[in-house]
Structure formats: structure tokens, C-alpha cells
């Protein structure tokens, strides 16, 4: 694929996934200076894509059957001469199959792998060491070890989000990010409601400013949280999109919250996280590095007490 002049990167759906792709990303983009790079990626992503300087366009990927077709013809327009796959959906290598694209690249174990010219392996869990694997397949070498510091936050957000922070009387040296909330395919990674109520009172208390973060999903979970300790939590409830949860993030001097994408957006911007993790492994999947990162690890989410968090934090 040394040849080819246009490339897309087709990236998976959860915010997690797409944050594990920036060292590729960032390697691909040092290696490849004349290539155009694209990312075919949900429009939440574009603000963080765009500004991250490592792609030169985002076609943004319409969700839903109807728009399959659509798809096709935004990847056509662009006259793609190469794609590369960290989604292994059938869906995915089809589009790029029907968008005319003539070289595929992307993991052994996807479904339609049989249409990619360059194959890695994938072991476990969609991670960065996996996409590491394909990068070396590709030729790409020195990747960054991690997602660390490869993030920049859009302006825009930034100012969105002073302004919110100002129209809430929150002192800015104070915010502590919490993140509690998990995707509906995954509420075994919820730590109960109950425990969140007291370490954010206890944050209170402390002096700090505790802010609830989540998506427009979470917003009823967020409220009744704060609700339940007195109101002594703000709530974002994903207003300015992950673009105004980064830059959130980016003003806060801690993160707690579950396994989640807004935990791998925290260690993204290089917010100190303190991060709850039940069944899944920190070693695969969590908050890198994992050595300027806490993890609060227990076989199920709910062995985990309220003074191993604080603990964790330093409360």
C-alpha cells in the first residue's frame, strides 16, 4: 500500500476505540506527509479528529440502514485509493468494498478479512497493542506508546465550556470530573448509585467541586445522583457533545469514573483518573500509561468500597 495516495481509516463506534487509534494515527501521519488521510467516524468524533491535525478530513459515517447507501456515496466523492480497518464489522468492509475502494487493510479476525490485501492479528479486546500490530504490518514504526498527550481540545469547546463552568459560580482549581455512567450493553460496570453519592459528598467537603459527566443517555442517572446528595454536584449531561466533555476534562484536576470512553478521554488530555474496574482488564484496556493512572480493581464492581476510592484519590 506504499503507493497509494488516499487513504481512509474506518473507526469503531465507542469513543474508547476511536482514542485507542491515535497513535496510529499520529505515526501514519509522520510517515505518510503527501498521503490525503481521512477518518470515516461518527460526527461526535469530528471536533477531536479534526483538531488533532493527524487526518486531513472526516467523512462522517450516518448511522442506520437507510444510510448505508449515502455512506457509500461520501466515500465514492472521495476517491479513496486505500482503507484501512480498526472496525471489524461486515458492514464496514462492505461500504468499502462498494465505495470502489481497491486496497483493504485490517485485522485477521473480521468478518470479511478475506477482502484485505494486509492482515494483522488481533488478540483479545479491540487496544492499542493491537492496532500497534497492524501498524507494523503497514510499515508504520516509533508509534507512541500510548494515547497520552496526542489529544487538543477545539477551541470552541474550550470557550463553551468556561462559559458553563462561569454561569455555575464553579471554581475552575476545583473541578473534579466524575464519570459514573456506563453504555446500556454494559451496565456490569456500574458501581452503585449509593457509593457515588457519598464520595461526592465527601469531595464536597474536602472543598472540591464535583461535576457528574455523561451523555444526554445519562442525564437522568446524573440528576438523581446529584439529587440524592443534596445537590452538591453539578451535571453535564453531554450539552456541547465530547468535544465540551474533553474540554471539561481538560479544566478539571481529577477524574473519577468507571471503565468507560470518558475514562480513556481523561488519560487522554493527561487528567490525573482514578478509575473503578470490575470483570474487565486493566492491562488491555485501561487508563494509559497505567503507571501515572490509578485503578481500583475488584473481581465484581460492587466489592469495591467507598474508602478504596477515596483512598485511591487521595480524599
Known sequence: MSQKTKCVYFHMNQLGDMLFSLPFLSAARKAWPDRHLASFARDSFRGLLDSSGFVDEVVVRKNGGF????????????????????????????????????????????????????KAE??????????????????????????SGLLKVPRKALELIDGWVESRGLNKAKLVAVAPGASRRRRDKLWQASKWVQVIKELSLKGYEPVLCGGPADAGELRGISEACGGKAGVYDGVYGIDGLAALFSTSVKFLGIDSGAMHLA???????????????????GPMPLEKNIVVKKNYMDEIEVKDVLEAAGI
Open 67 to 118: 444510510n448505508f447507501i449515502e455512506n457509500i456515496a461520501a466515500l465514492r466523492r472521495g476517491s479513496f485509493d486505500c482503507s484501512i480497518h480498526f472496525s471489524e464489522s461486515p458492514r464496514s468492509s462492505l461500504t468499502a468494498l462498494l465505495s470502489g475502494i481497491p486496497e483493504m487493510a485490517g485485522f485477521s479476525t473480521a468478518a470479511l478479512s478475506l477482502l484485505y490485501k494486509v
Open 122 to 147: 488481533r488478540i483479545g479486546v479491540p487496544s492499542m497493542r493491537n492496532n500497534a500490530r497492524l501498524a507494523e504490518k503497514l510499515g508504520l514504526k516509533a508509534l507512541p506508546e500510548d494515547y
Open 267 to 285: 488519560a487522554a488530555l493527561k487528567v490525573p483518573v482514578v478509575a473503578l474496574f470490575g470483570p474487565t482488564d486493566p492491562l488491555q484496556v
